[in-house]
């Protein structure tokens, strides 16, 4: 149970094109996600907040027209990075937080369950 | 606002040895919830734990295990009898409370390398 998906696991594209990175949660309705932002070597650094029907909460720093957040259901969550630049290069990973206490027969409240992560390589 | 500390960057040990990561924490909330998570080379995060601020009890799990000290802010974690595969960077966590966003504020991670 509380298994996170994210869509592609890999890109690279060019200069100047966006990239769609969907994260979904398989067994459980996610009332948050969260995306952070993975630099080589370094933590995670939170990005945004999603909430299902809402608009995203973007962290001090963060471009909200340049990252694009579209929490469309309980279950799917896109971040969209648009006019990609080189700088943009790094591991995107998201996360959810289960709107009930149980998925899959386990207690998953209050846990945050991380999808395997996106590397994005812009040339 | 909350800070993780992680001051151990990296550490090798060999195989069999026991191995504690260290992790100090600061929060101004009474109720909070700390966590540890693994990251191997694949780059995926695997939950290893969540602790609340109200739950003291050190906890052990197979060849891991947790203290946690209130009183030194402190969220330590051992790896019993270490293995190739315990190899990875380990990330300390603190998460605001139920009332709150429930973001993650992380530490900067130690990498733990466990030569055969």
């Known amino acids: 149970g509380a298994v996170v998906s994210q869509h592609p696991s890999r890109v690279i594209c060019k200069s100047g094109t966006s990239v769609k990175i969907e994260c979904r949660s398989l067994?459980?309705?996610?009332?948050?996600m969260f995306w952070y932002r993975q630099f080589p070597k370094q933590s995670l650094m939170l990005m945004a907040t999603s909430n299902e029907g809402s608009k995203a909460t973007y962290e001090q720093g963060v471009e909200k027209d340049k990252f694009l957040i579209n929490h469309a259901s309980l279950t799917l969550s896109t971040l969209t990075v648009t006019s990609a630049h080189p700088e943009d290069s790094s591991f995107y990973i998201c996360s959810a937080i289960s709107k009930s206490a149980l998925a899959g027969g386990r207690a998953v409240t209050r846990t945050q369950y991380f999808g395997p992560g996106t590397r994005l390589t812009v040339l | 606002a909350q800070k993780v500390t992680q001051a151990q960057t990296e550490i090798s040990v060999v195989e069999k040895e026991d191995v504690t990561l260290d992790c100090v924490y600061e929060?101004?909330?009474?109720?909070?919830?700390l966590f540890w998570y693994k990251q191997p080379p694949s780059g995926e995060l695997v939950f290893l734990i969540r602790?609340?601020?109200?739950?003291?009890q050190n906890e052990i799990s197979g060849r891991y295990s947790w203290n946690f000290q209130k009183s030194t802010s402190s969220f330590n974690f051992t790896i019993t009898a270490s293995q190739v595969v315990d190899s990875a960077v380990y990330f300390c966590?603190?998460?605001?409370?139920?009332?709150?966003?429930?973001?993650?504020?992380f530490g900067s991670g130690t990498r733990l390398q466990v030569q055969p």
């Open positions: 602790r609340n601020s109200f739950d003291e």
């Open positions: 929060t101004r909330d009474t109720t909070y919830y």
């Open positions: 067994d459980f309705q996610a009332t948050t």
């Open positions: 966590a603190l998460s605001e409370p139920d009332t709150g966003r429930r973001a993650l504020t």
